[in-house]
T-cell receptor
Framework: DTAVSQTPKYLVTQMGNDKSIKCEQN?????MYWYKQDSKKFLKIMFS???????INETVPNRFSPKSPDKAHLNLHINSLELGDSAVYFC????????????FGDGTRLSIL | AQSVTQLGSHVSVSEGALVLLRCNYS??????LFWYVQYPNQGLQLLLK??????LVKGINGFEAEFKKSETSFHLTKPSAHMSDAAEYFC????????????FGSGTRLLVRP
């Protein structure tokens, strides 16, 4: 069974569109995250949620809106997509303590035409 | 502020040779450190972690890393490279207490020559 699953794996769309990425984890973790990996492979956190509450918001444009309907799900909605949003977006989950590793999904590759 | 520096964006070794990937960190508090591996078109997989206790940490696939506080380093090694080790490797430090985040280094691409 996949521990952290994201859908879709690939997303190709045009500038100005709105799109969503879904994430689910079956590890029983309380905390979930979204990371962005740019074309140079650099990884940066965007958001984290603990038990459905937003904990970290790393100065991400408000076109990005995460939503956590329950602690096993964390979705990412992006409005008015821009060329610079092209990247791979990773969902992750972990226990709530900083000595516990994060478990990552396989990523969603977003390409803006 | 915590940060991670990985020296060398690309490291190339021959199959069977020693692998050494360098990671230095900056942290105002005792750090928790992680190494992750990313294979093409896949997510990140945990190789190993240092939290407390023994400074030499063993991970999966024959990798190990040593935490050296005096050098603020956490270098990753493997005695003998295998073709299947070719991937991107990321060092990371955790920041925060509860609901923490990971600060990643810029990654090192490991190339293994036959």
């Amino acid at each position: 069974d996949t521990a952290v699953s994201q859908t879709p794996k690939y997303l190709v769309t045009q500038m100005g569109n709105d799109k969503s990425i879904k994430c689910e984890q079956n590890l029983g973790h309380d905390t979930m995250y979204w990371y962005k990996q740019d074309s140079k492979k650099f990884l940066k956190i965007m958001f984290s949620y603990n038990n459905k509450e937003l904990i970290i918001n790393e100065t991400v444009p408000n076109r990005f809106s995460p939503k956590s309907p329950d602690k096993a799900h964390l979705n990412l909605h992006i409005n008015s997509l821009e060329l610079g949003d092209s990247a791979v977006y990773f969902c992750a989950s972990s226990g709530q303590y900083s000595n516990q590793p994060q478990h990552f999904g396989d990523g969603t590759r977003l390409s803006i035409l | 502020a915590q940060s991670v520096t990985q020296l060398g964006s690309h490291v190339s070794v021959s199959e069977g040779a020693l692998v050494l990937l360098r990671c230095n960190y900056s942290s105002s508090v005792p750090p928790y450190l992680f190494w992750y591996v990313q294979y093409p078109n896949q997510g990140l997989q945990l190789l190993l972690k240092y939290t407390t206790g023994a400074t030499l940490v063993k991970g999966i696939n024959g990798f190990e890393a040593e935490f050296k506080k005096s050098e603020t380093s956490f270098h990753l090694t493997k005695p003998s490279a295998h073709m299947s080790d070719a991937a991107e490797y990321f060092c990371a430090v955790s920041v925060g207490d509860s609901s923490y985040k990971l600060i990643f280094g810029s990654g090192t691409r490991l190339l293994v020559r036959p």
